[in-house]
């Protein structure tokens, strides 16, 4: 099935270290979305983008959705050990009909105390 | 506020078996989707529901079915297993679904073919 482009698709950085990961895609999406899922669990929400060029923040986290629609990335500044995880882009068209979540690849995060 | 339930979390099949899973979205959430998750193929999305409808589906097999109950609460069918259906499947609840509608998933169901 169509997926988003992610990437990239691992990173091995240092704590303290900032990281950024993008997603493009060759459709628009109306909402973008930035999980994180941990082994054994379910995605987690971690940032909810509904407006071309939105800029939104939560706690060291920044994700922006792209002017065209068809990108997002994710900032993580400041990383410490329990962020490690695998992070997924999505993006949501929605519409009277019914909506679905397409989902990136995801990048895996391990982070080096 | 509770949130996504999924049961069972594990699940041993044997290839042609048929199984059930269950899902309970958060209190006032109407619509429920299910997507699997596989190594391979990542997430990949199967159905959602809303107001015991099926409003969209994936591309998936007949043999992949779901329903939605008046309470909202959701299961999704599998039926003649096949080892490749081994995977996380997981629930997801929002409110409408629509723009706007965050999604929150459940822990999911490990289901194993062997």
């Known amino acids: 099935g169509q997926q988003l482009n992610q990437s990239p698709q691992s990173m091995f950085i240092q704590e303290g270290e900032d990281v950024s990961m993008n997603c493009t895609s060759s459709?628009?999406?109306?909402?973008w979305l930035w999980y994180k899922q941990e082994p054994g669990e379910g995605p987690v929400l971690l940032i909810a983008?509904?407006?071309?060029?939105e800029l939104t923040s939560n706690g060291r986290l920044t994700a922006q959705f792209g002017i065209t629609r068809k990108d997002s990335f994710l900032n993580i500044s400041a990383s410490i050990p329990s962020d490690v995880g695998i992070y997924f882009c999505?993006?949501?068209?929605?519409?009277?009909?019914?909506?679905?979540?397409?989902f990136g690849e995801g990048t895996q995060l391990t982070v080096n105390p | 506020k509770a949130g996504v339930t999924q049961t069972p979390r594990y699940l041993i099949k044997t290839r042609g078996q048929q199984v059930t899973l269950s899902c309970s979205p958060i209190?006032?959430?109407?619509?429920v989707s299910w997507y699997q998750q596989t190594p391979g193929q990542g997430l990949q999305f199967l159905f959602e529901y809303f107001s015991e409808t099926q409003r969209n589906k994936g591309n998936f097999p007949g043999r992949f079915s779901g329903r939605q109950f008046s309470n909202s609460r959701s299961e999704m069918n599998v039926s003649t297993l096949e080892l490749g259906d081994s995977a996380l499947y997981l629930c997801a609840s929002s409110l409408e679904g629509r723009q706007g509608g965050g999604y929150t998933f459940g822990s999911g169901t490990r289901l194993t073919v062997v």
């Open positions: 983008l509904y407006k071309a060029g």
């Open positions: 459709s628009i999406f109306n909402t």
């Open positions: 999505a993006g949501l068209r929605g519409g009277t009909s019914g909506s679905r979540l397409t």
């Open positions: 209190s006032g959430h109407r619509s």
